[in-house]
């Protein structure tokens, strides 16, 4: 039986409850986020059944007339107490009222209201307003905070197993509102404060409203691409979609354009391609920069000769990208010592054998070093470069493949490595030793 069969087979029946929560239920299969066809063909079976279920006339049962029909006060018109009962019990406009009201108020007193709107309503009335304001949720999508969406799951009972609600359903639902209600003017600051959870970076209202403002506004890609030559502008766009709860491959939010919303994602994925051509390119830009200050230095100076001229300036180009291909090498050797052995890369005897060779290899070089007489302030700032990288990956590796990953790191290997060396190398056979002695059984 089909969903659509399902639901006018049930309102062949008159139970309008029994529809909609049969229409419930039939949304964890149909989401509009899956099939969107399915949910067009769904949603408009659900609107015909309700009209047929509000169509038939109710059937009364066996029992005298004058038991089942209210009893009208003395001197009140028919016509009048018919009018007033029939715009009290309107499900869609108790459920509208209710959203107006969770727009502008708080939570605590939102639930007074709901408290006090409850004592003149029926059982049978409070579930249909509870489906009419679900509803109006997840088609409307309006402003809702966290802490009023709360307390309308517990006003009308919707984490109740009996109404078999899917609970990653209604948390979208809460989310999509939620993200409503964080883009608003007026809650800005509550967005700023996500936002610095995520971050660990203070945000003003004026950053948070421009930045807003380039996920709200079509823009051209040359502009795009200006902007994330900036990295604050490229760190903070970012994590303000972090902020929203936003991830690639999700309904955008409302009121912010996908195409805004795609470019600026991207840049928050750690392992896409973009983020490292755009930190190339201002490598490369910051390099021209000091290259032509250099060019005009030795330019302005008759003292230096064109042999020398040349040579500061193609270091003072390359002198910012190879420090960055230093440092992202050096992260990229980080994680492949750190990794977990399911997920290594390589064979495995040369991820163990790594650090061993390379204390040998420093520690080869500098005894090279003194045996030859090279001496010299630079000289000594590589070696404590690469003592301190060399303690910094072993001390790394031992946390983090530990009992603790989360603990604090151990500082002596580094501190002993930029004093002495040689104490560094073998801070770092002692932190791997720790490491091998730890998983030598594993694979």
Same mark, same amino acid.
């Given at each position: 039986?089909?969903?659509?069969?399902?639901?006018?087979?049930?309102?062949?029946?008159?139970?309008?409850?029994?529809?909609?929560?049969?229409?419930?239920?039939? !949304?964890?299969?149909?989401?509009?986020?899956?099939?969107?066809?399915?949910?067009?063909?769904?949603?408009?079976?659900?609107?015909?059944? !309700? +009209?047929?279920?509000?169509?038939?006339?109710?059937?009364?049962?066996?029992?005298?007339?004058?038991?089942?029909?209210?009893?009208?006060?003395?001197?009140?018109?028919?016509?009048?107490?018919?009018?007033?009962?029939?715009?009290?019990?309107?499900?869609?406009?108790?459920?509208?009222?209710?959203?107006?009201?969770?727009?502008?108020?708080? +939570?605590?007193?939102?639930?007074?209201?709901?408290?006090?709107?409850?004592?003149?309503?029926?059982?049978?009335?409070?579930?249909?307003?509870?489906?009419?304001?679900?509803?109006?949720?997840?088609?409307?999508?309006?402003?809702?905070?966290?802490?009023?969406?709360?307390?309308?799951?517990?006003?009308?009972?919707?984490?109740?197993?009996?109404?078999?609600?899917?609970?990653?359903?209604?948390?979208?639902?809460?989310?999509?509102?939620?993200?409503?209600?964080?883009?608003?003017?007026?809650?800005?600051?509550?967005?700023?404060?996500?936002?610095?959870?995520?971050?660990?970076?203070?945000?003003?209202?004026?950053?948070?409203?421009?930045?807003?403002?380039?996920?709200?506004?079509?823009?051209?890609?040359?502009?795009?691409?200006?902007?994330?030559?900036?990295?604050?502008?490229?760190?903070?766009?970012?994590?303000?979609?972090?902020?929203?709860?936003?991830?690639?491959?999700?309904?955008?939010?409302?009121?912010?354009?996908?195409?805004?919303?795609?470019?600026?994602?991207?840049?928050?994925?750690?392992?896409?391609?973009?983020?490292?051509?755009?930190?190339?390119?201002?490598?490369?830009?910051?390099?021209?920069?000091?290259?032509?200050?250099?060019?005009?230095?030795?330019?302005?100076?008759?003292?230096?000769?064109?042999?020398?001229?040349?040579?500061?300036?193609?270091?003072?180009?390359?002198?910012?990208?190879?420090?960055?291909?230093?440092?992202?090498?050096?992260?990229?050797?980080?994680?492949?010592?750190?990794?977990?052995?399911?997920?290594?890369?390589?064979?495995?005897?040369?991820?163990?054998?790594?650090?061993?060779?390379? +204390?040998?290899?420093?520690?080869?070089?500098?005894?090279?070093?003194?045996?030859?007489?090279?001496?010299?302030? !630079?000289?000594?700032?590589?070696?404590?470069?690469?003592?301190?990288?060399?303690?910094?990956?072993?001390?790394?590796?031992?946390?983090?493949?530990?009992?603790?990953?989360?603990?604090?790191?151990?500082?002596?290997?580094?501190?002993?490595?930029?004093?002495?060396?040689?104490?560094?190398?073998?801070?770092?056979?002692?932190?791997?030793?720790?490491?091998?002695?730890?998983?030598?059984?594993?694979?």
């Amino acid at each position: 039986m089909s969903a659509g069969e399902e639901l006018l087979e049930l309102a062949e029946q008159g139970d309008e409850r029994a529809v909609k929560r049969a229409y419930a239920r039939l !949304l964890r299969c149909n989401r509009p986020d899956d099939d969107p066809d399915a949910f067009q063909d769904l949603h408009a079976c659900y609107q015909h059944a !309700l +009209a047929i279920c509000r169509s038939v006339p109710e059937q009364l049962s066996d029992a005298p007339p004058a038991l089942h029909l209210p009893v009208p006060a003395v001197g009140t018109p028919e016509v009048a107490r018919l009018e007033t009962t029939s715009t009290a019990l309107d499900p869609d406009v108790a459920a509208l009222d209710i959203l107006q009201q969770a727009a502008v108020v708080g +939570a605590a007193s939102l639930s007074q209201l709901l408290q006090e709107r409850a004592l003149g309503w029926s059982l049978k009335f409070r579930v249909d307003v509870g489906w009419a304001l679900l509803e109006r949720l997840h088609h409307e999508r309006p402003p809702v905070s966290e802490a009023n969406f709360g307390t309308l799951m517990q006003a009308f009972d919707w984490d109740d197993i009996a109404l078999d609600l899917d609970p990653l359903w209604l948390a979208t639902v809460a989310r999509r509102c939620r993200q409503a209600w964080q883009l608003l003017p007026e809650s800005r600051g509550a967005l700023r404060i996500v936002y610095e959870r995520c971050s660990e970076r203070y945000l003003s209202a004026q950053e948070t409203d421009e930045a807003v403002a380039r996920l709200r506004e079509p823009r051209p890609r040359w502009r795009n691409r200006l902007d994330a030559a900036l990295p604050i502008r490229a760190r903070d766009t970012p994590f303000l979609l972090a902020a929203l709860e936003y991830w690639p491959e999700e309904e955008v939010p409302t009121g912010l354009d996908p195409g805004q919303v795609g470019f600026w994602a991207r840049f928050g994925d750690a392992s896409h391609p973009v983020r490292l051509r755009y930190s190339a390119l201002r490598c490369a830009i910051v390099g021209l920069f000091l290259g032509a200050i250099t060019a005009w230095g030795v330019n302005a100076s008759p003292a230096i000769g064109a042999f020398k001229g040349w040579l500061f300036i193609a270091t003072a180009t390359l002198m910012v990208p190879a420090g960055w291909l230093l440092v992202l090498g050096f992260k990229g050797l980080l994680r492949w010592q750190c990794v977990h052995e399911d997920e290594a890369r390589g064979p495995a005897w040369l991820r163990w054998a790594f650090l061993p060779l390379a +204390a040998i290899a420093v520690g080869a070089a500098m005894w090279a070093q003194r045996a030859q007489g090279i001496d010299g302030l !630079l000289l000594m700032a590589l070696d404590r470069a690469w003592v301190f990288g060399l303690a910094l990956i072993a001390m790394t590796r031992a946390r983090v493949r530990g009992p603790d990953p989360e603990g604090e790191p151990n500082g002596l290997p580094l501190v002993a490595g930029m004093i002495w060396p040689l104490a560094g190398i073998g801070m770092s056979l002692v932190f791997w030793a720790i490491d091998l002695r730890r998983n030598i059984g594993k694979r």
